[in-house]
T-cell receptor, first 117, second 115 residues
């Protein structure tokens, strides 16, 4: 079982709604990530938090707003989304930002399937 | 910049047989890590195996092994004794450089295990 938990598993929201995706890890990891994955495509990086600070924003539209309340939690706040934002959103974590080391694998959660109607 | 190439969009394998999924990579960084992930239709991205650029031996994890040929820049995944539950999308990925958060994925290979 994954040690990165995401809620909800499925979310349907209207274009005027405000919702949030939540992610939690208890592995003591200090880097946490949000990825977006469209059907039949690999995941695309959206945001990276390192030691609870936003380190990378891959030019993501402002209708996606990340938040890292503490080292174990990562939220993605959603507002005024478009139908093309419908996708699988994956949360992930790793020990830190150090380069390729065996112990610095990025572990993913089960994902949240988002549908914007 | 780094790049991963997976040339097999889809593969079929008979149950209990072995299968090799191809992955080639390109990077100028001498320090990198190669990862394989499995993604079933449920969506979860499951880490399978890791190979570091300085590792002398090929990585193995249970039924998974990595055929690492550094000079050819290839990191093929070998699954032995395929099971029906192995049917999934498989992604090869690379992570390079100091302070790099980027995990660059290939396009993936869809593996189907036939009973």
């Amino acid at each position: 079982d994954t040690e990165v938990t995401q809620t909800p598993k499925h979310l349907v929201m209207g274009m005027t709604n405000k919702k949030s995706l939540k992610c939690e890890q208890h592995m003591g990891h200090r880097a946490m990530y949000w990825y977006k994955q469209k059907a039949k495509k690999p995941p695309e990086l959206m945001f990276v938090y390192s030691y609870e600070k936003l380190s990378i924003n891959e030019s993501v539209p402002s209708r996606f707003s990340p938040e890292c309340p503490n080292s174990s939690l990562l939220n993605l706040h959603l507002h005024a989304l478009q139908p093309e934002d419908s996708a699988l959103y994956l949360c992930a974590s790793s020990q830190d930002s150090a380069p390729a080391r065996r112990g610095n694998t990025i572990y993913f959660g089960e994902g949240s399937w988002l549908t914007v109607v | 910049a780094q790049k991963i190439t997976q040339t097999q969009p889809g593969m079929f394998v008979q149950e209990k047989e072995a299968v090799t999924l191809d992955c080639t990579y390109d990077t100028s960084d001498p320090s990198y890590g190669l990862f394989w992930y499995k993604q079933p239709s449920s969506g979860e991205m499951i880490f399978l195996i890791y190979q570091g650029s300085y590792d002398q031996q090929n990585a193995t994890e249970g039924r998974y092994s990595l055929n690492f040929q550094k000079a050819r820049k290839s990191a093929n995944l070998v699954i032995s004794a395929s099971q029906l539950g192995d049917s999934a999308m498989y992604f090869c990925a690379i992570r390079t450089g100091a302070g790099s958060y980027q995990l660059t994925f290939g396009k993936g290979t869809k593996l189907s295990v036939i009973p």
